[in-house]
């Protein structure tokens, strides 16, 4: 029998194959398989209790005939998980030492696991949105979650099998256009690509133009006026958008670089100017869309939205009154493009959590829409984080109120990283304490974005952020190079040396064993709802699991017995590679040593 990758996985579905054939069970049946205490056992299903009450059957005698039907169909190898029967109508399922073992010996390497998640998703399209930011600004720190967050979502759902389509939506078409170019028009500025101040430059005309359209309507009409000039190709506001494109992405593309993020596609809201069109006429055609003074929106009774003050119901406005597209209509043009050319069976939107009610409505408008037509509707999911806030917890700010720049952030993190470096190992050669400090830096300003709950605020504090102690970055790069020294200083190379191991048998390399294995459940949850601070959360508990083991279990005693000695090096060899996977998954690239 081949040895499971996900035995919560397998034993759930054998359960739910098997239920049908036990009376008061249906094919329907939950098993609701949970992780147990581990002081018992590894995984409990808990879902007979309540099909019990419905059928009005004794919980534990339905129970054992599901645990009968379950030794009937001969896949559970009970010689690796012992089940029993507990409590009111549990099932109880235990990881033997012999099990856990055949499970390091199986899965052992990147490759292995990959293979092993694989079936997870199966070879599903999907195509993931991010960092998608607006353009003709400088990134500040608001740009880092999406990157961040994108980049460690996107290589999770490709870890699980998933063929991924990475596709950068930048805001190159919107109002900020008509703002920017109205603001170069009365300034008389020339733009020059080639100048290193251009994009300051561009976004200081940009304030220059925001202030000027809010305060004096006139001039948000004219705002509004380049805007449709441009959208219906004016010649010469093309251009200047065009230049205005290529300085910012030439600028993005300079911090994407430092956090090693590469899209597949970058199609941004311009890409669908053309295709804007074809969403008015079939969204009216089906009658979805009405004309509402001038504009056109979408109404929806079942699930409205309200306004925040008042309680009036929103619309979703696809088309806006001067005939322009918006924000809405190209979302819904990308939609469909994402559905029919790229095949999506899935689409995952990173943004802010203020963007909420846009997706809400886009996601609704989307599902009717798509079954009118007869489209099928891919899976759609939006991926929202809160906000990086100041100590002080207000949002964070320079002296002067502007937002933070994302590069001085990477340049700060990065003189801090070498500093710490430099203050534990001063005897690493310069050169190399800086390339450290510049892996250290960035991983470090990711660690501290993925560690929490995306969904909740944060406050940013650059001593949380360098810690070699707790629950950061520094701590678990620091904890894999101390692994791959043990191999170093014992001449071995990782991966080598586990010829003969016997079978484990200390509380703590069971403990270990067991904590290795939890790398798959911590895959589910990430994967569940897309958070992957379940996985920080579990390589930071992994890591202190490992330091127990390490402390009550010599590895490199020479009066160790040869098997004892091999079943060790195994445990240390897993060890290392989950976290420097687990580290990879997050796109942390772990050092050899610093
Ligand atoms: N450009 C938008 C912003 O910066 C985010 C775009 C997200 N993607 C999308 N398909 N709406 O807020």
Redesign the pocket.
């Known amino acids: 029998m081949p040895v499971w990758f996900n035995p919560a996985r397998e034993l759930d579905a054998l359960l739910r194959k098997v239920a049908p054939q036990v009376a008061g069970l249906d094919s329907d049946f939950d098993p609701e398989l949970r992780p147990s205490d581990p002081r018992h056992a590894d995984f409990q299903a808990n879902g007979v209790l309540a099909a019990a009450k419905r059928a009005k059957q004794n919980p534990r005698a339905l129970a054992t005939s599901l645990l009968e039907a379950v030794r009937a169909s001969g896949e559970l190898d009970e010689s690796l998980i012992v089940a029993e029967v507990a409590g009111p109508g549990f099932i109880n399922f235990k990881l033997t030492p012999v099990a856990l073992g055949a499970w390091l010996k199986e899965y052992r390497d990147e490759s292995k696991w990959r293979a092993g998640a694989a079936k997870i998703m199966g070879g599903k399209k999907v195509v993931i949105?991010y960092p998608?930011?607006?353009t003709a600004k400088q990134m500040h720190v608001g740009h880092l979650r999406p990157i961040v967050i994108g980049e460690a979502v996107a290589r999770l759902i490709e870890f699980c099998g998933a063929e991924l389509i990475r596709d950068n939506?930048?805001?190159d078409w919107g109002t900020n256009f008509g703002i920017l170019i109205l603001a170069i028009r009365r300034s008389g500025f020339k733009l020059d690509a080639k100048s290193p101040t251009a994009l300051e430059d561009l976004e200081r005309l940009y304030k220059e133009g925001s202030v000027q359209t809010k305060a004096d309507p006139a001039a948000m009409d004219a705002a509004r006026a380049e805007l449709a000039k441009l959208q219906t190709g004016d010649a010469e506001n093309l251009k200047l958008w065009e230049e205005i494109v290529q300085v910012s992405n030439a600028a993005c593309q300079r911090i994407y670089d430092q956090f090693g993020l590469k899209s597949d596609v970058i199609l941004g809201e311009s890409f669908y100017r053309d295709k804007v069109n074809q969403v008015y006429t079939e969204l009216q055609k089906c009658g979805l869309a009405e004309e509402s003074e001038g504009a056109l929106v979408v109404w929806d009774d079942e699930e409205p939205r309200f306004s925040r003050h008042a309680e009036t119901k929103m619309p979703f406005i696809v088309r806006k009154k001067d005939g322009s597209s918006n924000?809405a209509s190209t979302?819904l043009a990308?939609l469909l493009y994402r559905a029919e050319h790229f095949k999506a069976e899935e689409i995952v939107?990173?943004?802010?959590g203020r963007?909420q009610d846009?997706f809400h409505q886009l996601f609704r408008t989307g599902t009717r829409w798509f079954n009118l037509s007869q489209r099928k509707l891919p899976r759609l999911r939006h991926v929202w984080f809160g906000t990086i806030l100041g100590e002080d917890g207000k949002a964070i700010k320079t002296k002067s109120g502007d937002p933070v720049r994302l590069q001085s952030l990477i340049d700060e993190a990065t003189e801090r990283a070498y500093a710490a470096v430099t203050e534990k190992s001063p005897e690493i050669p310069e050169p190399e304490r800086r390339m450290i400090a510049q892996r250290v830096g960035v991983a470090a300003l990711r660690y501290v974005d993925l560690a929490s709950n995306r969904t909740m605020d944060y406050s940013f504090s650059w001593s949380k952020l360098l810690a070699f102690e707790g629950n950061t970055a520094p701590y678990l790069m620091y904890a894999a190079v101390r692994v791959r020294s043990i191999f170093r200083k014992s001449g071995i190379a990782l991966g080598q040396g586990e010829e003969g191991a016997s079978d484990l048998e200390t509380p703590e390399e069971i403990a270990l064993a067991r904590k290795l294995l939890g790398f798959t459940a911590a895959l589910d949850s990430a994967l569940e709802d897309l958070r992957p601070h379940h996985l920080c959360t579990y390589l930071h508990e992994l890591a202190a699991a490992y330091g127990t083991f390490y402390a009550a279990n010599s590895v490199n005693d020479p009066t160790l017995p040869a098997a004892t000695k091999a079943r060790r090096l195994m445990l240390c060899a897993r060890t290392c590679s989950i976290l420097e996977t687990g580290l990879r998954l997050l796109a942390i690239e772990p050092v050899e040593r610093m």
Request: hydrophobic share 10%.
């Open positions: 949105d998608s930011p607006n939506h930048i805001g924000y979302d990308t939107y990173v943004t802010d963007q846009h």
